[in-house]
């Protein structure tokens, strides 16, 4: 089974701190997503990458940023995390576009 | 992104009833994936459908995609506590398009 693996299950910074979420994927796949959830907001995409050193903004990319060096591993910063970035954040890798995604068990920061 | 509305957004059933969620895009689809999310877990997929007219089964669990490419469904037949979640469609490929915001669906034993 692919893994995706999130670095931290939970996590609490100060605001004004810079934040890196890592996320890891074991089984090649091209493209990885970076997902903030909450309450009756569903999942909403902030960058997504579709090969190494590229990406792309999602719907809600700001206040983030994201590196991707290597193929298997996806970051996610927050340069300056205020308040409304606390959240739970998902990570999510997909062997190729048009297919299903594997999500990492999930990150809940809370930024205070 | 192009976004997927789901319907209803929570469903309380008893178990052993059935259950329905409806996902409907108003722009043709070039798939549907739908997803569980446990309480306290991450989404998990389930399936994707491609075609038009796509029906396809997993145990108590119905997914069809519209002719029209436009809408889709998860259905359940029989519902056990096991289901307790929330279901998620969405749509992957070149299309930039969300996820739908969910269906909540709770069991009552």
């Known amino acids: 089974d692919v893994k995706v693996t999130q670095s931290s299950r939970y996590l609490v910074k100060r605001t004004g701190e810079k934040v890196f979420l890592e996320c890891v994927q074991d089984?090649?796949?091209?493209?990885m997503f970076w997902y903030r959830q909450d309450p009756g907001l569903g999942l909403r995409l902030i960058y997504f990458?579709?090969?190494?050193?590229?990406?792309e903004k999602g719907d809600i990319p700001e206040g983030y940023s994201v590196s991707r060096e290597k193929k298997e591993r996806f970051s996610l910063i927050l340069e300056s995390a205020s308040t409304n970035q606390t959240s739970m954040y998902l990570c999510?890798?997909?062997?190729?576009?048009?297919?299903?995604?594997?999500f990492g068990s999930g990150t809940r920061l809370t930024v205070v | 992104g192009q976004q997927v509305m789901q319907i209803p957004q929570y469903q309380h059933v008893q178990e052993g009833e059935d259950f329905t969620t409806y996902c409907n895009s108003s722009?043709?689809?070039?798939?549907i994936q739908w997803y569980k999310q446990r309480p306290g877990g991450h989404p998990v997929f389930l399936i994707q459908?491609?075609?038009?007219?796509e029906v396809k089964k997993q145990k108590r669990l119905t997914f069809q995609f519209g002719e029209a490419k436009k809408n889709s469904s998860l259905h359940i037949t029989a519902t056990q506590t096991t289901d307790v979640g929330t279901y998620f469609c969405?749509?992957?490929?070149?299309?930039?398009?969300?996820f739908g915001t969910g269906t909540k669906l709770q069991v009552i034993p």
């Open positions: 999510a890798s997909s062997v190729d576009r048009g297919y299903g995604y594997t």
């Open positions: 089984m090649d796949h091209e493209n």
């Open positions: 990458s579709y090969d190494v050193k590229m990406k």
């Open positions: 722009t043709t689809l070039s798939n």
């Open positions: 459908l491609v075609k038009s007219g």
């Open positions: 969405h749509s992957g490929g070149y299309q930039k398009v969300t």
